[in-house]
């Protein structure tokens, strides 16, 4: 059987990749091109930052809406309402846009305060993030929607 890379569509100069190439210390782990920079969203202060009142303090419940709204018949949005207000909507935007590969963005509403809209039906990945970074525990998340 021919190999794919040697027939008359193959790249000129293309490396094949072949199974002795694969390290096998990183075989099952992910690789990433870049750097992974962490970034602050807003909402957090660390103990040394606030002193003695931040163990007294207790943080509010806050119940975060996760809605799964239809645009057309292959359209729909996910709508994030809820969010503390302390939290940088903007940067959580770009992180949002990025991870999730969609376009979003932040609307003022009278009723439901500054809600996130994005594209797609993202509501368990946006649910998975707001755990991840800390930002809300599995009690304050309600998904809607089927």
Do not use: W
Not at 46 to 72: A, C, M, S, W
């Amino acid at each position: 059987m021919e190999d794919p890379q040697s027939k008359k569509g193959a790249k000129k100069g293309a490396k094949k990749i072949t199974k002795a190439d694969n390290d096998d210390s990183t075989a099952g782990e992910l690789q990433f091109g870049g750097n992974m920079e962490l970034v602050n969203f807003g909402g957090g202060a660390t103990n040394d930052e606030l002193g003695e009142e931040f163990n007294d303090k207790q943080r509010e419940p806050n119940v975060i809406h996760l809605h799964y709204q239809q645009r057309t018949a292959r359209k729909c949005l996910t709508i994030i309402q809820g969010l503390p207000d302390d939290l940088d909507y903007k940067k959580i935007l770009r992180a949002y846009k990025k991870l999730f590969n969609c376009s979003g963005t932040i609307v003022e509403d009278e009723e439901m305060g500054t809600v996130i809209q994005l594209q797609g039906d993202k509501r368990k990945d946006v649910a998975k993030f707001l755990l991840e970074e800390g930002i809300a525990t599995i009690e304050e998340i309600k998904i809607h929607g089927y």
